[in-house]
Every structure is written in C-alpha cells, then in structure tokens.
C-alpha cells in the first residue's frame, strides 16, 4: 500500500515556499501562472545541486525579492529562444549566483534547456499544482467550486512547459499518495537488511527548518527510552548550503515501529516549532 500524505502535511511541509508564492501574487501582484514558473525553478535548481534558497526569502523586504523575481523571469524567457546568450553573460543573474554563494548565468541554462523545460514542467504538476491550488483559488476569486473542479489559470497552457493540471479537492484533509507527489518528497536510496528494515523508520523534515541527528535521537529516545534507538542515518550528499530532507530511524525493536506507525501509513511529529513525518521503510521498494 502506498503511502499517504495529508493536503495539511504537504501544506506544511511547503510552509516557506506557499508563503513567498502568497507574497508574490497577492501583494506584488505578479501573475500567478508566473509566478509558479519561477518558483518551479527555483526547486529545479535544487535538483540540480544548487542550495535551497527559497527559505531565506522569508524575511526579504521587497525590494531584493523584485530583484531575485526578475532575474528568474529572465532566465524563463531565455529559454524560449534557444539561442545562446550574447557574449558577454556577466551580471545577467548576478544577484541569483551571490544568494547561491554559486555561479549560475544565461550560458547555464543554455546548456541545460532541455533538461530544465522537462524539470520545470514536471515540477509545476507534481509539486505548485498541489501546493499552491487554495491559494490560487482565492487570488483567482474562483466561484462557485465543487470538489475536483479544474481550475484554469491564465497563462497555461504555457508554450515551453505546456498545461498545469491544477485541482480543488477542498478542504477537507483526504490524503494523498507519493505516487502522485512523484517529487515532493525525497526517498532513501540506502539498502539494508531486511531484519534492519523492520525496525526502521523513514522520516521526511520540513523544508528549511532542519533537523539535527541529535535532535531526532533526543525527542524519540524521550518518547521510547533512552536505549530505544540504535543508529539514525541523516541525509548524506547536500549540495551547498542546503540541509537535509529526510533520515532513516532505526530503533531496537520493531514493536517500537509497529507502535509508533499503530496501522498508519504517516505519522506526524511536531518538535520545538518543526514538522516532520515518520512512515514506515520499504528499503528497495521505498
């Protein structure tokens, strides 16, 4: 059985990027189909080794937020031409490489057209399509609405990434799968040993609100005793300044497990003003 994850959790989970989307359609007043592009950059480029910028924005005045906004609206439309940049490409995203502490210019995303148009388009579906639709239906004063009403933007269909399947499912908190999330949450890539896998837990942290190992071992040894847990195996191989997503548990006894999981495919933990999430770990089928 898949697991499942709540609209609430998801919301959570994207806290930081649904409040800089919020800033940006409801007090800028950037067109929302846009906006979501630019945001769906912004979390390619995370695939792609950059840092996880956008939970810096939070506190940004306007002003360097105009400035990060227009670069990456630059960059969408450079990639509609298919051309290479003019010669030369320095300062085009100048303020971007300095928020990166990286270098990323025009030439970058000339290079990596292809790949970002695919990226971008199926991020926009998996992820802003999801996280964003309650947002979009208040800025976009849609009414009246049912359930599973398609919501049409303006701007999508787009002629690089195409239609955003873009779905109301109201607000109750029915779940939903990772196989529809395809990208939202990241997966463990670790093989263990299957009598390991039984007393393993799979934990997803809030974007930028980390979580320390030391951390994950002091609130469930307070939870389950001191001994209960063995090892925690953090997230390896972060590129730049990004922090780790998620953590495999594993505790001494898979009762322990079986108690926290007790027939739910996720359970939520809040602790000193973070989420996280715990499910079960599938190990090769995870």
Known sequence: MAAMFSFNDLHTYYKVDRDIFTRFVTVFMHDPAESMMVISLWLWLEQEGYPNIIYKMITWPRFF??????????????????????????????????????????????????????????????????????????????????????????????????????????????????????WAFPGPETDIISEENDRTLFLTFSRGNPVTETEVREIFSQLYGRNSVTDVHIQENVSGNAHPLCARLVFSSATTVDGIINRRSITKFHFRDRYFWARKYEGRND
């Open 65 to 182: 937020l105009e400035i990060m906004f227009n670069e990456t609206v630059s960059a969408l439309k450079f990639l509609k031409t298919n051309q290479p940049p003019s010669i030369p490409d320095e300062g085009s995203m100048n303020f971007t490489s300095q928020v990166m502490q990286k270098d990323i210019s025009l030439q970058f995303f000339h290079e990596k057209r292809l790949d970002a148009i695919e990226g971008i388009k199926k991020i926009l579906n998996s992820v802003c399509a999801k996280i964003f639709t309650d947002i979009l239906i208040t800025h976009l004063r849609v009414a009246p609405i049912s359930v599973d009403q398609l919501i049409k933007v303006p701007g999508f269909p787009h002629e690089l990434f195409g239609d955003v399947q873009i779905v109301w499912r109201g607000f109750s908190d029915d779940a939903i799968s990772i196989e529809e999330l395809q």
